[in-house]
């Protein structure tokens, strides 16, 4: 039997992905407090302008597979740095970029040094830490590595604008050889305790199969992609253009005020974690009551007349910043579902999910923007064109819980199959759950196998 890892070696390893995750962070969200500096730069429609973040969340999206089936046959530490080997040359040939489609080849290469770190990161989370911690130190791991957003929110967005485009974008690519220096350095540390043994790819590739057919694996996808989106698409590139541009406060505001979506998930997060941890069967019922909340939020803001006021702005991306510790429920859906050899290819599988909503949002996004200003006269960035832009959120994430439903039963009706538990809709669950506890309270023996 294999001795536990120690707890020292745990916490050293999720600092090294905490590190390398939260540089990657940094680099996808450069792009979103660059967005009106890039629109000078070159000049472009903003349709143009999206594909720079659109085709870098595709090439992240569309890696995501790869990504995982390698990291479960090569481990996660060649993984994360070979992405930030990526995210260096990306950043050097944004820097540099004359014209747009060099800067879009350079945020593809961003995207793609990206796209290997945060499951690779996750995978030494769920083989470092007990199953009852996994949920918990993952929130972390998020929540931590999302402070990646405030530096491009901040220090990047004040080099930005007092160094401009070149020198910042530099320097955004040097933060990248921070996190390639501390996966070096922790060369010693084991991709897994006792140096497990990876399969070969053939295994690799068979056991993604698997995980593809599982309900489980789809429910997490279904989960990711509701919850994830609209807060990747505000801070990633349309919400700075849109509180500038439309709502009119002042760039440095608009930089503190995105940050908020990293409070909120400070906040949130582990009281996520410990919920998910505690109520195995109730995770979608989370996924969909904050989903629920953040379509009130946005209902606010775009039925205002005119310019929402800041509070309301505020409420918005304080709901937003819920949704990123939401989206790791649908990893834990991946960690239940599927063994600890395949997690990779499951991960990656249901982090499609998320950053697909979110770059089809992005590009719809900006398609509507020129449509409204090309046929009714309203000017690009005002709040009657974001208005109707931002709109197709409905579209999007409505299709996605509709999905999410259907999944659900499909897992629920695996579940009972294979271990007979039943898991029935949440109000009977909590009635069948208060009757057993009469019943236990009194001596007898609870039949009921409805879970709460």
């Not at 999206?61 to 995210?87: E, F, H, N, S």
């Not at 070096?184 to 995980?211: E, H, Y």
Request: aromatic share 8%; proline share 6%; charged share 10%.
């Amino acid at each position: 039997m294999t001795a536990p890892p120690s707890p020292f070696r745990a916490r050293l390893v999720l600092a090294g992905a905490v590190v390398a995750y939260l540089c990657a962070v940094t680099q996808r969200s450069s792009l979103g407090v660059a967005g009106v500096a890039a629109a000078s730069r070159f000049d472009v429609t903003a349709a143009a302008l999206s594909t720079l973040g659109v085709l870098q969340l595709a090439v992240y999206a569309v890696l995501q597979v790869p990504v995982g089936v390698l990291v479960d046959r090569y481990g996660p530490k060649i993984v994360i740095t070979i992405g930030a080997v990526l995210m260096i040359a990306g950043q050097v040939v944004v820097a540099l970029a004359p014209v747009l489609p060099a800067a879009v080849a350079g945020r593809m290469l961003v995207g793609a040094g990206d796209a290997t770190t945060f499951v690779a990161a996750l995978r030494l989370v769920n083989v470092w830490f007990p199953p009852r911690r996994v949920p918990v130190m993952t929130q972390w791991l998020g929540n931590l590595g999302q402070l990646g957003q405030v530096l491009s929110l901040v220090p990047f967005a004040a080099l930005l604008h007092l160094a401009g485009w070149t020198p910042a974008f530099l320097a955004a690519a040097g933060l990248s050889g921070v996190a390639l220096v501390v996966v070096l350095v922790l060369v010693l540390v084991a991709d897994a305790p006792g140096g497990a043994v990876p399969p070969d790819l053939r295994t690799a590739l068979a056991s993604l199969r698997a995980a593809a057919g599982r309900p489980g694996t789809r429910l997490g996808f279904w989960a990711h992609f509701v919850t994830q989106s609209s807060g990747v698409v505000f801070a990633l590139f349309w919400g700075y253009p849109y509180l500038v541009r439309a709502v009119g406060v002042d760039p440095a505001s608009a930089s503190l005020l995105l940050s908020l979506q990293v409070l909120a998930g400070f906040l949130v997060g582990p009281v996520l974690g410990v919920l998910t941890a505690r109520f195995p069967f109730r995770r979608s019922n989370l996924v969909l009551g904050i989903v629920g909340v953040m379509a009130v939020a946005w209902t606010l803001v775009l039925a205002w007349p005119g310019r929402p006021p800041i509070v309301l702005i505020v409420l918005l991306l304080l709901t937003l910043g819920v949704g990123g510790p939401a989206s790791q429920i649908g990893f834990d859906y991946a960690r239940t579902f599927n063994p600890r050899s395949a997690l990779g290819g499951a991960s990656g599988l249901v982090n499609v999910g998320g950053f697909t909503a979110s770059f089809s949002m992005m590009f719809l996004i900006g398609l509507v923007l020129d449509l409204e200003h090309r046929t009714t006269g309203v000017p690009l960035y005002s709040v009657e064109a974001f208005r109707g832009a931002f709109a197709v959120q409905y579209l999007v994430v409505g299709l996605g819980v509709v999905a999410l439903l259907v999944a659900r039963r499909s897992t629920r009706r695996d579940l009972q199959a294979s271990e007979g538990i039943v898991v029935g809709p949440v109000w009977i669950a909590y009635g069948h759950w208060l009757r057993r506890r009469a019943l236990a309270r009194r001596g007898d023996t609870p039949t009921s196998r409805v879970q709460l």
